[in-house]
């Protein structure tokens, strides 16, 4: 099996280091709903278009983005 | 040839041994004298014959003991002339003839290395292979600068032998950091190529794993990064007609709606001052120059690398301008002899006149620093004049390390710091001011110290100051930054990877070995599979807390606290756990190294994103029929896009992942060794290069007419 994103050897859906994005990506919705009123599809809109945010977290925003719009 | 009763003198350099020369022989005269095309000098120093020889560094370096250079491991090394294993080392064969027929007569050898590590074991394999083994009976000048009457003094006071405690911690550090490289880089060589069948260079050793694991774990946490909101009061006030930025009582708000409720209340309010607060604030001068906090400055204000800087530092230093540079001492012994320096500064017109203010000073001490190193004092100048034109690079290196001496002779600069509390509606604000009161060494310093003033207006307890504006700001936090050499460096003088002699080279090899690349470090592919591959198999090699305790270890023998043999039996130990853990996993290691080496010539080769098919990328190819190479598109391949664009035949193509602003497409570099490099975009029809265009039809009309 191969991570979806990147195509690199995987056991599961996404590598390690898109997992570990991913993580990161949820648990840090969390303190962006906190500071303000914003949905997940708004969230992850802001991050893809963040300049400062890490090239694998930009990456797997697309992805989820991408994929909820198949 | 020599006869009977002389001296031999063994120097680092050409330039060191003629200075030597030119310094302890009688009346400063010496003759410059040949054996198989290289110099060497001749003195007598009262009637007695001295011969001084110059090596070119080291001469020696270590083997295999035998064996071919496909296999692993490797425990058994001997020390060999260095020409027998490096090509570009020729010239040390003629050099090293040329020791072992001057030192065969001679009644006295003397080593006149440079007084450390690295110049202690220069001078013992000399002595030991190419001067008949008397490396027991030699004698070792020691000095920190090249200047007449240090050298004169240095070799009065002989030191009766060889500084064997510094051979041995050079001898062990060459020894286990060979064991490390050797084997280290033939896993990693040998295991790629016998996956994809193609040769790459692979090297990790042991201080240079450790540093590319800084910069993957940096790398890594940039990528992985996500930014959080908050948000900032930003805050004006107009006193006396003029504009002043508040600062808020909190730094930053983490909720957007208290920002906005802080905004709504405060704008266009009146503030009342209740407390004027003024401090007299001292700072000490800057400590002397250390090699690693010179490199650091010097990548601050002139950009310079630390390779770069420590080889000016090293050119000054042959030059007899300044103390020996590879040092870790932040302090300045009286013994350097202040007024002498000073004296000698003064003759030089840009530091007449802060020379001439410290030497009217009664007494003279110098601010220090923590770090010591015992073989040399902190950076400073001789006093000595330049004799020839400085170099731009040169003469901004001298320059900061005079400036940093006087400075550090200088008296605290005094600054009055003003906090002016303002409340509004509830809610603090401050303005802050600071004046100097007293430049103190700030004055030697210029330009490389900030002394900008904040001046306020008079303000008092109970004064009203009506706000401008009062808005909520939105930020995001930001990632760490990346290494850039001066950052690398601290964070390995940090973790005490490496010596202040090695540090600066570690971080070239680790761009030639394609693991970094970008002023701002960027980890490649390679770099973090690497990384990746050791940290599987054999963490403790990359660890830092390792390496760090390899290096006490080190550092002890040269205090003679501990052997050289229990170090070296300690670090095989290690070396053999690891290696045959990699052993087991070759196969697997080969195909993650090889991926990453493709995946990494894939992107070096693509340019960027194709503007004609939308879809495609722009990637540099070479024409099967002609050799040449140009770019085209990825699409190519599966019929959808036919874009081609023209590439120059010569130099190094990079991609600089920048777009041209003019047409969208990608911008390129190329650089040659001989020229500058230069930038350009790759369409040839870009409106940029219209001029250009232009000037070359207004060309061809020329020839025409």
């Known amino acids: 099996m191969r991570c979806e994103i990147c195509s690199k050897e995987s056991d599961k859906e996404l590598c390690g280091r898109h997992s570990r994005a991913h993580e990161l990506l949820k648990e840090t919705f969390k303190r962006w709903q906190s500071a303000m009123e914003i949905s997940w599809e708004r969230y992850l809109e802001e991050i893809r278009s963040n300049p400062k945010t890490g090239s694998w977290v930009k990456e797997v925003a697309e992805y989820i983005i991408k994929k909820k719009k198949s | ?705």
């Open chain 2, 1 to 705: 040839m020599p006869q009977s009763d002389y001296a031999v003198i063994i120097a680092e350099k050409p330039d060191a041994a003629e200075r030597i020369a030119a310094s302890i022989g009688d009346g400063g005269e010496y003759i410059k004298k040949f054996e198989d095309r290289l110099s060497y000098f001749e003195i007598k120093r009262q009637g007695r014959r001295i011969l001084v020889v110059p090596a070119s560094g080291h001469l020696y370096t270590i083997s295999q003991f035998r064996g071919g250079r496909s296999y692993y491991p490797v425990y058994t090394f001997t020390w060999v002339p260095k020409f027998e294993v490096e090509k570009k080392a020729a010239r040390t064969r003629q050099m090293i003839q040329m020791f072992e027929k001057l030192s065969r007569d001679a009644s006295e050898l003397i080593n006149a290395a440079d007084y450390d590590v690295e110049g202690s074991l220069i001078g013992y394999t000399i002595l030991k292979y190419a001067c008949h083994g008397r490396e027991k009976a030699a004698k070792r000048m020691r000095f920190s600068t090249l200047t007449r009457d240090d050298l004169n003094y240095a070799y009065e006071k002989l030191m009766p032998h060889l500084d064997f405690s510094l051979v041995e911690a050079g001898r062990s550090r060459h020894e286990v950091d060979w064991l490390y490289g050797i084997n280290l880089s033939r896993v990693l060589t040998i295991s790629a190529l016998r996956d994809s069948k193609k040769y790459t260079t692979l090297s990790v050793g042991r201080v240079q794993g450790p540093t590319l694991k800084l910069i993957v774990q940096r790398e890594a946490e940039i990528r992985s990064f996500i930014p959080v909101p908050f948000w900032k009061i930003d805050a004006h006030a107009k006193i006396n007609g003029k504009d002043y930025a508040l600062k808020f009582e909190k730094d930053r708000l983490e909720h957007k709606l208290d920002a906005e409720e802080v905004a709504a209340r405060c704008s266009g309010e009146t503030g009342i001052v209740r407390a004027v607060d003024e401090k007299k604030v001292q700072r000490a001068p800057l400590e002397p120059f250390d090699l690693g906090t010179l490199q650091k400055e010097s990548y601050k204000f002139f950009g310079y690398t630390p390779r770069r800087v420590l080889t000016i530092a090293e050119r000054l230093y042959l030059d007899a301008l300044i103390s020996y540079p590879r040092t870790s001492s932040q302090k300045l012994p009286p013994t350097i002899g202040y007024r002498n320096i000073l004296s000698g500064l003064r003759k030089i017109t840009p530091y007449r006149g802060f020379a001439d203010a410290l030497l009217a000073r009664g007494e003279l001490r110098p601010r220090e620093g923590k770090k010591v190193d015992p073989a040399h004092p902190a950076i400073y100048p001789t006093g000595k004049p330049p004799e020839r034109r400085l170099s731009n690079e040169e003469s901004k290196i001298y320059g900061l390390i005079v400036r940093r001496f006087l400075a550090a002779f200088g008296t605290p600069t005094v600054r009055l710091t003003t906090t002016v509390s303002i409340e509004c509606k509830g809610c603090r604000f401050f303005l802050y001011g600071r004046r100097i009161l007293d430049e103190g060494w700030t004055a030697f310093y210029k330009p490389y110290v900030e002394s900008e003033e904040a001046i306020l207006p008079p303000l008092k307890v109970g004064d009203r100051i009506p706000f401008k504006d009062v808005a909520a700001s939105m930020h995001f936090t930001e990632p760490p930054p990346r290494y850039n050499p001066a950052s690398l460096l601290r964070a390995m003088e940090k973790h005490n990877i490496g010596t202040k002699a090695t540090r600066a080279d570690i971080t070239g090899t680790l761009y030639e070995r394609g693991y970094v690349r970008g002023e701002h470090m960027v980890a490649t592919d390679i770099g973090f599979t690497v990384i990746e591959v050791l940290n599987r198999y054999c963490p403790s090699i990359i660890s830092v807390e390792f390496t760090r305790q390899l290096e006490e270890k080190m550092e002890q023998i040269e205090s003679n606290l501990e052997k050289r043999g229990n170090v070296l039996t300690e670090a095989t130990r290690g070396l053999k756990l690891a290696l045959d853990q990699l052993n087991s996993r070759e196969k697997e290691i080969g195909r993650l190294l090889s991926e990453a080496i493709s995946a990494e010539a894939a992107k070096r080769r693509a340019v960027g994103p194709c503007p004609e098919c939308g879809t495609g990328k722009l990637i540099i190819l070479r024409s099967r029929k002609t050799g040449k190479r140009f770019i085209g598109c990825s699409n190519f391949f599966a019929g959808k896009c036919k874009k081609t664009l023209p590439l120059p035949q010569k130099g190094l193509v990079t991609t600089t992942e920048k777009i041209c602003e003019s047409c969208g497409y990608p911008i390129v570099m190329v650089k040659w060794s001989n020229r500058r490099p230069i930038r350009f975009c790759v369409n040839i029809d870009c409106p940029s290069k219209a001029r250009y265009v232009d000037k070359s039809k207004k060309g061809e009309r020329r020839e025409q007419v």
